[in-house]
Structures are given as C-alpha cells and as structure tokens.
C-alpha cells in the first residue's frame, strides 16, 4: 500500500513538474520573439505603420503645424512659393545639398526633401545635442535656427555650412505621403 502511494506521488509530482515546464514554455514566446531583431524592420516595412495622418487642406502656407505622437513630435511646415523657389538656388551654401549624411528616406533625397514640395515634415531638432529649432520668418533664406550651435536650415531642413557646429546633419524626415489632400506620416526611428 505504501509503495503504491509512493508510485502515485511521483506520478503526480512528474506530471506537474511537466505543467510547470509547458507553462513556462508559454509564457516565454512573446517575451523571446520581442528580441527578435527583425520586428522593428517588420513594423517600419508594413504598408499600415502611419502613425498621424492630417488633411492638408487646413494648412496655412508660411506656418507650422506640430503633431505629437509618441515617439516624441512632428512638424509640418507649409511653404509658401518663395520658400520653394529659394530652395533652387541654394546649392552652394549648404553643408549637405544632396542629404547624402542625413536621416531620411532615400526616397526623399532631394532638393524639397518631402513627399510633396507643398510640405515639409521634419522632426525639429537638429542632430548633434538634439535642440529643438524655432521658426524664423524674416530671415530668408535661413527659415529655421536653433539655439545651441547658433545652426541655421533652409525650408527644406538642410544646414547652412556657414553655421552651427561642423557635425551637424540636415534635419530629420520621417517616411510620409500625401495622397487625395491627407499627409500620413509613417513611425520614425532614428539612424544611429
């Protein structure tokens, strides 16, 4: 009788040391695949990862619309059409006129920098102690400038090599497009 007690504990005792083990199994999968390195590619390269999306039909040519998210802050900055055509010709007094060292998508390596020369998205603060830029608007072709480095940007984010601090880069573009009047803006991770 003892011993057939004995067989059942150990039964019992195996099988929930079994339980235990499968249910730690489980516990485990979302906590090992949020390592996987993949998944923040996964989410940057999903067709659905717009974060904010705006009408643009309510901006105002000349001013700033700020949009938090939670990675931090937006802006959209509507042109004006000196703005778009001062941004032709200012090759020669940019640091990086192509944005070959700047955080955007390949995309958006031009002369506007957007998906639409109407808009300029950008995260205002420049690159090298992350200083949020203030909005100039007597002082063209410098439209934005930030306080730590005394750096100045033209309308389409791009440094002026005569300002700041030799290391600063262009300002930052987030994935986005206009479709159909509507600006969606994409999650944006920093290049590091």
């Not at 004006?80 to 010709?89: F, R």
């Not at 808009?119 to 420049?126: A, K, L, N, R, T």
């Not at 090298?128 to 072709?141: F, H, I, Y």
């Not at 480095?149 to 300002?171: C, T, Y």
Request: glycine share 6%; charged share 25%; aromatic share 10%.
């Amino acid at each position: 009788m003892a011993s057939a007690f004995g067989n059942r504990r150990q039964v019992l005792s195996g099988l929930m040391k079994l339980l235990v083990f499968v249910g730690l199994i489980f516990i485990s999968i979302p906590f090992i695949s949020s390592f996987s390195s993949s998944s923040i590619d996964e989410k940057q390269a999903s067709k659905n990862n717009w974060v904010i999306t705006l009408p643009v039909t309510e901006l105002v040519a000349g001013e700033i619309k700020k949009l938090p998210w939670a990675g931090g802050v937006f802006w959209i900055y509507s042109r004006t059409k000196t703005d778009i055509k001062s941004l032709a010709k200012l090759d020669t007094l940019l640091r990086d006129k192509d944005s070959a060292n700047s955080d955007q998508p390949d995309s958006m390596k031009s002369r506007y920098r957007s998906a639409n020369e109407n808009y300029f998205v950008f995260i205002p603060q420049e690159s090298k102690r992350g200083c949020q830029v203030s909005l100039v608007s007597d002082a063209e072709p410098v439209l934005f400038t930030e306080p730590c480095f005394n750096g100045k940007f033209d309308a389409a984010g791009r440094v002026f090599a005569d300002s700041g601090n030799k290391e600063q880069l262009n300002l930052a573009v987030p994935k986005h497009s206009v479709e159909d009047g509507v600006l969606k803006i994409a999650a944006w991770i920093p290049k590091i």
